[in-house]
Nanobody, 125 residues
Framework: QVQLVESGGGLVQAGGSLRLSCAAS????????MGWFRQAPGKEREFVVA????????SYADSVKGRFTVSRDNAKNTVSLQMNSLKPEDTVVYYC??????????????????WGQGTQVTVSS
């Protein structure tokens, strides 16, 4: 089992920045692929970014490329998401996700087994 706890959400003005963190605990967390997804009310959960266990491979949704940066610290069992140039449409709940091994498609939410409880990000215009 892997437990994921997100933090760092909040309210920010458009153009501002936020940094989300996901703390993982449980089995051999350094060998897991981790991702961030987000979900607006009434909509499907969508892919944001994923990072391999080594940190050498990353995948970003087109909507966040150039604005968001993912990183991980396996010594601390954390994954961070630096979000810059935030837009009102980034206002959703962000979820941390994880799975052991490499998924076939980083962006497929069905590939991930473990999920955090979510953290709200609100961007005001």
């Amino acid at each position: 089992q892997v437990q994921l706890v997100e933090s760092g959400g909040g309210l920010v003005q458009a153009g501002g920045s936020l940094r989300l963190s996901c703390a993982a605990s449980g089995r051999t967390v350094s060998s897991i692929t981790m991702g961030w997804f987000r979900q607006a009310p009434g909509k499907e959960r969508e892919f944001v970014v994923a990072i391999s266990w080594s940190g050498l491979s990353t995948s970003y949704a087109d909507s966040v490329k150039g604005r968001f940066t993912v990183s991980r610290d396996n010594a601390k069992n954390t994954v961070s998401l630096q979000m810059n140039s935030l837009k009102p449409e980034d206002t959703v709940v962000y979820y941390c996700a994880a799975r052991f091994g490499r998924p076939i498609h980083y962006s497929d939410r069905n590939e991930y087994i473990y999920w955090g409880q979510g953290t709200q990000v609100t961007v005001s215009s």
